[in-house]
């Protein structure tokens, strides 16, 4: 099983990026993973939001193999804790089909990336921008899979 990160531009912060890559690298001793960075829209003081979210829409599911499960980062997802997200992970990897989990552009997914996903996570109710969001939920990752194999990262 492959687990792939998809996010809409760059990091401009050298700290997140670094923090995030951080996290990305632990994460490789326990399962393949990949971060893929869709290119940011240009111009889009001519779109209105609807239609920036429709155009990051078909670069997201384009990015999406379509044997993966994809699960959406967004704020009416499910809340887990770290310990569910560990189980709810175990049971994909066992199910052996790659998982995506993606974060949408500044105005959210468009209804076609909705109905083409199999899930739906929320980090918090809170919101945080689209490049906190990446440490957090590498690092959630990277702890799950620490989880799962009884190491003395998580405490209860």
Do not use: W
Not at 14 to 29: C, F, N, P, S, V
Not at 61 to 86: H, Y
Not at 137 to 152: D, H, N, S, W
């Amino acid at each position: 099983m492959k687990i792939t990160f998809l996010v809409i531009g760059r990091t401009t912060d050298k700290h997140i990026e670094a923090l995030t890559e951080e996290y990305r690298q632990r994460l490789g001793h326990y399962v393949k993973f990949e971060m893929t960075v869709i290119p940011e829209l240009k111009n889009t003081k001519n779109l209105r939001h609807d239609q920036q979210k429709t155009e990051e829409g078909l670069l997201l599911l384009r990015a999406v193999p379509q044997t993966a499960e994809l699960i959406l980062l967004d704020e009416r997802g499910k809340e887990l804790r770290s310990i569910e997200l560990a189980d709810m992970l175990q049971k994909k990897m066992s199910g052996g089909r790659d998982v995506v989990f993606a974060i949408g552009g500044p105005y959210g997914f468009s209804e076609a990336v909705y109905q083409r996903a199999d899930g739906m996570l929320s980090l918090s109710k809170l919101t945080f921008s689209h490049q906190m969001i990446r440490p957090f939920f590498v690092e959630q990752l990277y702890r799950a899979m620490t989880i799962q194999k009884g190491e003395p990262y998580h405490h209860e």
